[in-house]
């Protein structure tokens, strides 16, 4: 199975992998920027390669997310916390998840989703960079939510085509052909 066409483990997967290189990338960015500003340039670098993989999944063309991505990066030198500029990357990613992909209904989704990401950053404290791994973690653990939610592209991917029975029966057939 490719993991690219399954956009709950490739959530999943981009997060663990962005977590685990978070203290590398922050030791490396944070030598030539404040601590601040090193992590949010990581978590603009992150936002940037998923929303890369969301605009190749669900076929949206690259000029559209220029703005939000160059709006979030100058965001960085603005006087934000951490958790309004988590809040704005997560506003961004709902932006060009449901704006831009013509699903106007999944806007209540995607407004559950910001409201979790909302509540769980606004509890949780991220002082060391340890902490920082798990919550990004977290933020992509929320963000596959909008996957589990998103029944049009999956229930795409089990639909049977006209004439072709279904796995399950043609199992079936077979089973009582052996039996009888």
């Known amino acids: 199975m490719n993991l690219f066409h399954h956009p709950i483990r490739m959530t999943l997967f981009m997060g663990l992998v962005f977590a685990i290189l978070f203290i590398p990338f922050i030791v490396i960015v944070g030598q030539l920027l404040n601590i ?3 992590i949010q340039a990581t978590l603009w670098c992150y936002t940037t390669l998923y929303v890369l993989y969301l605009t190749k999944y ?3 063309r690259i000029h559209l997310i220029v703005f939000p991505l160059f709006f979030a990066g100058i965001m960085i030198i ?3 916390t951490f958790n309004q ?3 704005l990357l997560a506003g961004m990613i709902g932006w060009i998840r449901s704006g831009l992909s013509k699903q106007k209904h999944r806007i209540i989704v995607e407004i559950i989703i910001f409201s979790v990401t909302g509540v769980w950053f606004s509890q949780v404290v991220a002082g060391h960079r340890m902490m920082w791994c798990l919550n990004i973690w977290m933020f992509f ?4 939510l909008y996957f589990v939610f998103d029944d049009a592209k999956s229930s795409d991917q089990f639909k049977v085509e006209a004439g072709q029975l279904d796995p399950f029966i ?6 009582e052909e052996i039996i009888s």
Do not use: V
């Not at 653990?141 to 596959?144: A, E």
């Open 36 to 38: 601040k500003y090193a």
């Open 58 to 60: 669900l076929q949206l």
């Open 78 to 80: 603005s006087n934000l």
């Open 85 to 87: 500029y988590i809040l």
């Open 141 to 144: 653990l929320i963000q596959s």
């Open 170 to 175: 043609k199992l079936q057939k077979q089973m």
